[in-house]
Each structure stands twice: as C-alpha cells, then as structure tokens.
C-alpha cells in the first residue's frame, strides 16, 4: 500500500469541533427523555414557512444544477441592502466565505490577526491557506480590545477578522470604534467583519458596515441565513465588498456552491420579515428572562446582543455540561472557547429557557455536588 504526502501546513491544524450533532447525544448512558438543542446557535422557532414551501417547490428542480450566479437572491438581497448586484458574493455557509477570504488575502507566511476567544474557524482558515495566526486576548469586559488588534497588526499582516457581535461573548463593537479602527489601518490589509449575528445586535450605535464600504475598500461584511432567518441545515452565507474584492473571492469560489434549495429557502425567507420579526422578540424575551434568572442565582453573565449568552458558573462548568447533557440539554461549554468556568447557552423559547434555568438551579444546588 503506499502512503500519500499530506501538505505540510494541513498536518498542524487542529480539529475543528462543531456544535454535536442534534439528537440524542450519544455521551448518554441512557437516552434522555428530552431533547433540547442549545448549542450551536440556531433558532429553535424554525424556519419561515415560506421557506419550507419553497423548498418542497423547488424540489421538483431537483436534477437540474443551481443558478451558478444565484441571480434571485443577489437581485433581491441587492436591493434591500441598497448595494450593487456585483458587491455581493454567496457562500456555503459563512464557513466557506471565511475559507475563501483567507485564500484570497493570504500567501504563504502571511499573518492573520484576530480576537480570541472568537470564532474558531479563524485559525483554521488561516491555517488551511498557509497564513500564520496572530491570536489577541479580549479585554477585561470580555469585549475585542482594538488597541491590542492594532498592535498586533505588522508588515506581515495581511487579514483581521472581527467577529461583530462577538461570539462566544456576545459583546459588540460599535460604530466609532469600528470606523476608528478601519481609518487607522495601514494600507494593504483585508478586513473581514463576521457578522453572523447581525440582525440579533439592537444597540443605536452598532455600526451600518455597509455604509462603511464607500469608505473602507478593504472590508468585507459576511451574514448569513443560519441564524436570524433559521436555514442552519440548508447552508447559506453571503459577504458583501467592493465590486472588485467580490471578483477577486470569486476566482476561487466553487461553482454551484450554493444548491437549489438553499437559494428558492434564503429568497422566500427575505419576503417573511414577520418571522425574522417573531425569532427577534422571541430573543429579547428569552435574553432577558436568563438575565432575570442569573441574577436570582447569583451568577455572573456578560451582557450579548446575539442569540445566545455567557453565564459564568464560577466553578468548573465541565461537570455541569454534562450532567445537563444527560438530561436531554445540550449546551456548550466554555473550556471549548478557554473559558472554564462559563456555559454558552443559546435562547431558546421560553419552555426551553425555562427548562434549562431549572436544570441550573438543580445542578447547582449544594447537594448536586
Ligand atoms: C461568528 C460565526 N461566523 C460564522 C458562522 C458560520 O455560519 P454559517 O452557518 O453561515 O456557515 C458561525 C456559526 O456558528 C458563527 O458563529
């Protein structure tokens, strides 16, 4: 048998590890009575229903490949962001924009400098292009620390990414730090903001990014319809630049990347803004509920403007995670983003938050220890 030669630079990426997958988890000695799926930041409200009827009409197109330039949803989505049908560039997932950007801004050796904790795949992504990740520590209040960005940035530097709202912590960056960052960097340097969170973040002052793109020609926005617009499983990101950053990342863009359905669910969903609507103020009754109910016991939680939240156990959360686990709640522990002490916790409905609010207070009581 002969062996084959993996590059280099692949062997050293670490394993990146997905929220598990949903179901029954099969860590459970038994399987749980319940299942609720909290981990990886989807909306448990669901899809629109206009999206899942375009997807059992689309499925009669199923032999016949996608739109390759995905024309119904950039006209669409072109014209409710106010941007040119060529600024825009959809993705399988944000994931693979990610990978895309760092492919298209990094040659070998290059730094990529980004916060961490933060989104994972930052670093793998680097990584998988032959980039060298800078990591930056958040600042005290858990939020990113643009100063410390800044001074990582060298002359090797050729990408930052900025995770806004930040996930796993929730916080945000506003308008004036952001512009105040894009202006005092040097030339040469692509600034990918992720904000798959986007529609989650209500604060007056978090930036308009695509008004920032007149401005800053080295800023690519990322969103995405697996959150907010709940098409997790279906696989649609999108990143909106200038028109020639756009036709750079498409050189190297799969073709046919993103599939039937996912385009006929992602142009149904923009035409139910009374779901998005109703996934939203499903949101801020369910954040303030935990922020209600961390206060009661007495825990520590960093204020988010996602459609998830920190809550700090003040101990190890480890054997908190999995003794929620096997009752059939599946959260995601903080020693997976550094933060030992932390549970991320996804906001559910209210039956959901509820249960897991109990659980809590279960887990934590002094004879659960
Ligand atoms: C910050 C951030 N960026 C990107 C993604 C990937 O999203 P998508 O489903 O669009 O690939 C996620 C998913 O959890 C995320 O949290």
Request: proline share 6%; aromatic share 8%.
């Amino acid at each position: 048998m002969r062996n084959v030669s993996i590059r280099r630079s692949i062997t050293g990426i670490p394993v990146y590890i997905p929220a598990k997958a949903a179901g029954p988890s099969a860590e459970a000695d038994a399987p749980p009575v319940r299942s609720i799926r909290l981990s990886a930041n989807e909306t448990t409200l669901g899809a629109s229903p206009l999206a899942v009827e375009a997807v059992r009409r689309a499925a009669a197109d199923l032999f016949l490949y996608p739109d390759p330039h995905q024309t119904s949803l950039r006209e669409k989505l072109a014209l409710k962001l106010g941007v040119g049908e060529d600024q825009l560039i959809f993705g399988n997932g944000s994931f693979e924009l990610l990978s895309l950007s760092a492919l298209a801004f990094l040659n070998e050796g290059d730094e990529s400098v980004y916060p961490v904790p933060s989104f994972g795949w930052y670093r793998i992504a680097t990584l998988a292009a032959g980039g060298i990740p800078v990591e930056v520590a958040l600042d005290g209040d858990h939020r990113i620390d643009l100063a410390a960005v800044r001074s990582a940035v060298t002359d090797a530097t050729r990408l930052v990414w900025l995770c806004n709202p930040n996930n796993p912590t929730g916080t945000y960056l506003n308008a004036s730090e952001l512009d105040g960052f894009l202006h005092g960097l040097p030339d040469g340097i692509a600034v990918v903001v992720d904000e798959a969170y986007f529609e989650y973040a209500s604060p007056a002052d978090f930036p308009d990014t695509v008004r920032l793109l007149d401005r800053y020609p080295n800023l690519i926005v990322l969103r995405t319809f697996s959150k907010a617009y709940g098409l997790a499983g279906l696989r649609v990101g999108y990143g909106i630049a200038g028109a020639e950053t756009v036709r750079a990342i498409n050189r190297i863009r799969p073709p046919l990347n993103v599939n039937r359905l996912a385009e006929a669910a992602a142009v149904a969903s923009l035409d139910d803004e009374a779901h998005v609507r109703a996934v939203l103020d499903n949101n801020s009754e369910g954040k303030a509920f935990y922020v209600k109910s961390c206060r009661e016991l007495g825990l520590s939680y960093i204020p988010s403007e996602t459609n998830f939240i920190m809550v700090d156990l003040g101990r190890d959360s480890g054997p908190v995670y999995e003794l929620l686990l096997r009752d059939g709640i599946q959260l995601r522990a903080g020693r997976e983003f550094g933060m030992p002490t932390w549970l991320r916790v996804t906001i559910g409905r209210s039956e959901e938050n509820r249960a897991v609010v109990d659980a809590l207070r279960n887990a934590l009581q002094p004879s659960a220890r």
